[in-house]
């Protein structure tokens, strides 16, 4: 996939859009890169997900990856890159404010963007044929999908990702994706699911298990079918 075509599917933004280099509403940061709204109103996933997780997550965590980033990328060409190629240009030795925090920023707004009030279901068509496929069922991908989630020491996100024909769940430390030139699997996210502990202790405490399966009642597979059917 194109990258501004990656861009548009993925978080719905106009080519004018992509010219300001951010995600979101226009500039009410110190730099290049500001954060969106949530595209749903906090509440909107409970009781999966709680109102005051959300706003925390949202409002404080992806905040501080915004403006530690603009901190980052100030003065230097990286301020000049939307915030899809910088982070595919990330590799192991990029400053790793840069690699924390463009991450940061990257997957938590994918994240908002793959959650669904109208969530939930069975993923239907092409990427409902290929879970299928590789994995037998979808019962199958997400005893596979779990075990990854949990198995993620410390913090980390799983990904379900389109790599060539194939698709795979793989898993990152810290805030490290699959789109990074340092990534080991390397592939078109098309799903992901934050395992820091911000995202659930509130709510869940240390029952990460709890938090995956909660999870799956609020993934968006429309949006990620889209993904998929348009990946290269």
Do not use: C
């Amino acid at each position: 996939m194109h990258r501004s075509d990656f861009l548009k599917t993925v978080f719905g933004v106009s080519a004018g859009l992509m010219a300001t280099r951010s995600f979101g509403s226009p500039a009410q940061a110190a730099g290049p890169f500001t954060l969106a709204p949530l595209p749903y109103d906090a509440a909107a996933l409970e009781p999966h997900i709680d109102k005051k997780t959300m706003g925390i997550h949202h409002d404080k965590h992806h905040q501080a990856y915004v403006d530690n980033l603009n901190k980052a990328v100030a003065g230097t060409d990286m301020a000049k890159m939307n915030i899809d190629d910088l982070v595919r240009s990330i590799g192991a030795t990029a400053p790793a404010a840069v690699r924390n925090n463009a991450g940061g920023h990257w997957n938590h707004t994918f994240f908002w963007t793959m959650l669904s009030a109208k969530g939930g279901g069975t993923p239907t068509g092409p990427l409902g044929d290929a879970i299928t496929k590789k994995f037998g069922s979808f019962d199958a991908f997400k005893t596979e999908w779990a075990k990854a989630a949990t198995a993620r020491f410390g913090s980390g996100w799983v990904w379900l990702i389109k790599s060539g024909s194939d698709i795979e769940i793989t898993t990152t430390p810290n805030q490290d994706n699959p789109l990074m030139a340092l990534a080991e699997k390397k592939g078109t996210p098309l799903m992901g699911l934050d395992v820091w502990e911000h995202a659930y202790y509130l709510k869940y405490e240390n029952r990460r298990p709890e938090y995956v399966q909660a999870a799956f009642n609020v993934f968006d597979w429309t949006k990620a079918g889209q993904l998929y059917a348009s990946a290269k």
